[in-house]
């Protein structure tokens, strides 16, 4: 099963990468790119298979890019706050 399955799962995922990231130093604005780059890519590349990542998905490409980037950064605030 892909971390992708399940809502709970994926915000784990998230969350040790982000964990991973901040120990190795990276800066509030490059987790926010990697961020933005991850939603770009998954909003437009992949199935959402659950809820939850299709309200995601469509809110993402309804989005200019500054809204984009605000989603990105809540997505954080999500896996941080767990």
């Known amino acids: ?31 926010n ?3 933005y780059r991850i939603g770009d890519y998954l909003a437009n590349e992949v199935e959402a298979r659950n809820p939850e990542e299709r309200v995601l998905a ?11 980037h605000t989603i990105a950064n809540l997505m954080l605030k999500i896996v941080q706050h767990k």
């Not at 469509?58 to 984009?68: H, M, S, T, Y």
Request: aromatic content about 12%; proline content about 0%.
């Open 33 to 35: 790119e990697m961020a």
């Open 58 to 68: 469509d809110l993402w490409k309804v989005a200019d890019e500054q809204e984009q």
């Open 1 to 31: 099963m892909s971390v992708l399955d399940n809502w709970d799962q994926w915000k784990g995922f998230l969350g040790e990468r982000l964990n991973a990231a901040e120990g190795k130093n990276f800066d509030g604005n490059s987790i």
